[in-house]
């Protein structure tokens, strides 16, 4: 089950139905099946607050997952810093709503095992961002 919750904003406008089809479509091409993902939508205080809390990490960011993962089955938390999402499309040149996407997909694609810390990894990531969300551009 995916869920959309918040704290401290209001609930982004998402076409719910249209969405969980997406991201179930992502993770089935990862071999892959939604378990339960639960999206907390919040500010860039306090996704600092978790950062600092759960990582250590003394820095503003977009997302933050957490894995509960088992086997094929992806679950986790998502925490998305709406503000930083904002501040991202503007400094990258892209929409809002795009920029909104490709963090809400950038999560699954962790949950499906692609990080994006290590040498060229970050290339993947971005590959399959772009591949995503070309699906969901297909399915609109």
């Not at 869920?3 to 997406?22: F, H, M």
């Not at 933050?64 to 986790?76: A, K, N």
Request: aromatic residues 10%.
């Amino acid at each position: 089950m995916i869920t959309y919750q918040t704290d401290g904003v209001k609930l982004p406008s998402i076409k719910k139905r249209e969405n969980n089809a997406w991201i179930k479509a992502v993770a089935a091409q990862y071999g892959k099946r939604v378990g339960d993902i639960a999206y907390i939508f919040c500010d860039d205080e306090r996704i600092l607050e978790v950062n600092r809390e759960y990582l250590q990490h003394d820095y503003y960011t977009d997302i933050i997952t957490f894995d509960y993962t088992e086997g094929d089955i992806i679950s986790g938390d998502l925490f998305i810093s709406l503000d930083t999402v904002r501040s991202n499309a503007e400094q990258f040149g892209q929409e809002y709503e795009r920029e909104f996407y490709r963090v809400i997909i950038h999560g699954i694609l962790h949950l499906c095992g692609i990080n994006d810390k290590g040498p060229g990894e970050r290339e993947l990531m971005e590959a399959a961002e772009n591949r995503a969300l070309a699906l969901l551009d297909g399915n609109r």
